[in-house]
């Protein structure tokens, strides 16, 4: 059975994730900073050391990256590039700061963007983190960094990924998708990979 890391999972299991994932053949593994989201492993994304060299097929990371600081990401991707194996890849999704910076610039900093189950998420929550988590005192909520979709991509290529395939959500979803095989692949297989992984 294939195995994938759900990597900052909070609360969630293998239904939040990908379509793709979401099968009764792939084998979820939770993976989390804090203890309190009773999470199968318990660390950081810039030390994956309770995951053995190559033995994953695939990672999941869904909004994580961006509560790195800018010199954590390269750190954290050779990380998830080191745990899947030789055929294996990852999917990673993040706020896109192209388009919440678009709302900025029409000096809607704290307007309502969307609508989330945490309640109503504006520009300034997707810029440095969710105000309500952590005004509670979630201070993991907190963004140090951000990406575009250029920028994503090319973070991926420099951390040895072969092939990427990604796409820029515009409002409200206001986010990116990337998948990272890290051996070569084809452009028919990355294509196949989105279909299973990014959302419709």
């Not at 195995?3 to 379509?19: A, E, I, P, Y």
Request: hydrophobic content about 40%; some cysteine.
């Amino acid at each position: 059975m294939p195995t994938f890391l759900h990597v900052g999972c909070g609360q969630k299991s293998k239904d939040r994730t990908t379509r793709g994932f979401n099968q009764p053949d792939w084998q979820e593994i939770r993976f989390d900073i804090d203890p309190g989201v009773q999470p199968d492993l318990l660390g950081t994304m810039t030390d994956l050391s309770s995951v053995g060299t190559g033995s994953l097929d695939a990672l999941y990371s869904s909004h994580n990256i961006e509560h790195l600081y800018p010199h954590e990401v390269p750190v954290a991707l050779k990380e998830f590039y080191r745990a899947v194996a030789d055929d294996g890849f990852i999917v990673i999704t993040c706020p896109d700061l192209q388009g919440i910076c678009e709302l900025v610039a029409q000096d809607r900093l704290t307007e309502p963007a969307y609508s989330s189950p945490s309640g109503p998420i504006a520009a300034i929550d997707v810029l440095y983190g969710h105000r309500d988590s952590l005004a509670e005192g979630n201070l993991f909520m907190a963004h140090r960094c951000g990406f575009t979709q250029k920028v994503l991509v090319g973070t991926l290529q420099e951390a040895g990924f072969g092939a990427v395939i990604s796409i820029r959500r515009a409002g409200p979803k206001f986010d990116l998708w990337a998948i990272g095989k890290k051996g070569p692949a084809d452009e028919a297989a990355m294509h196949a990979l989105a279909a299973l992984h990014f959302p419709g």
